[in-house]
Nanobody, 121 residues
């Protein structure tokens, strides 16, 4: 098991920034690639970004490329998502997940409970 807890969501206006964090409870965190996914009401879960176990590789959805940055600090067992130039369409519950580096949610074994990010126009 790898408990994951997201934080940092909240309210923002279009153009603002938010930084999400995902804290892991266990050093096995360092063995996994990590990903961020999001789900808006009435929509399917959507890939946002992923990062390899050592941070050497990253991948982004086209919709967030150039605006969002995924990073991790293995010493702190924490994953981050820096979200800049936010848009109303970024409004969703954001989930962090641990597993294999992929844009497919089924490749991830462990999930956090999610944190809501709401962007107003």
């Amino acid at each position: 098991q790898l408990p994951l807890v997201e934080s940092g969501g909240g309210w923002a206006q279009a153009g603002d920034s938010l930084r999400l964090s995902c804290a892991a409870s266990g050093r096995t965190f360092m063995s996994y690639a990590m990903g961020w996914f999001r789900q808006a009401p009435g929509k399917e879960r959507e890939f946002v970004a992923s990062i390899s176990w050592n941070g050497g590789r990253t991948a982004y959805a086209d919709s967030v490329k150039g605006r969002f940055t995924i990073s991790r600090d293995n010493a702190k067992l924490t994953l981050y998502l820096q979200m800049n130039s936010l848009k109303p369409e970024d409004t969703a519950v954001y989930y962090c997940a641990a597993g294999s580096m992929s844009n497919w949610w089924k490749e991830y074994n462990y999930w956090g409970q999610g944190t809501q990010a709401t962007v107003s126009s």
